[in-house]
């Protein structure tokens, strides 16, 4: 049997350690699911509230156009004087049903951190569903989801 050279050793180890771990993370269906479900990020950031309506009935819509939640995953961030919009006590009832309805398909809508400092909220001041970004500034937030492969949307 031939011996195994340093080099042929570092080769070898270096494949290992990339494909197995691929191997065990995803079975073939999860893999084909993930690479078949489009994602896409939604931007609010102004301060009209017909804006804002418009971009969650674009949501829904979307979903719907894809094929239902479970081909689309949609990221909702919001920031800046947008923040107001969303406050649950401030909500008319259209803009609070059709908030609701892209929370249930299973958005994830995120709250910038340094607009609810700015305008002196937290998330308990918002509708239910939002959770604070990820990244305290949501600029960054979109970048960083953009990085990942997610569309980007602003209506």
Known sequence: MPRLTNNHMRVLCFICAIAVP?????????????????????????KDPEVAKYA??????????????D????????HGPALELFE?????????KRFDQIIEKGV?????????KAFGKTIEN????????LHPVAVKRIADLQQQGYLYIKP
């Open 71 to 78: 081909k689309i995953d949609v990221e909702l961030v919001v």
């Open 126 to 133: 918002l509708a239910k569903g939002f959770v604070a970004t």
């Open 22 to 46: 691929s191997a065990l993370a995803l079975n073939p269906d999860q893999a084909m699911a993930a690479a078949d479900k489009v994602k896409v990020l939604y931007h609010v950031d102004g």
């Open 108 to 116: 994830k809508a995120e709250m910038c951190q340094v607009s609810m």
């Open 56 to 69: 969650l009935a674009l949501i829904n819509k979307h979903i719907d156009a894809e094929g239902g939640p």
């Open 88 to 96: 649950k006590d401030r909500m008319d009832a259209e803009m609070t």
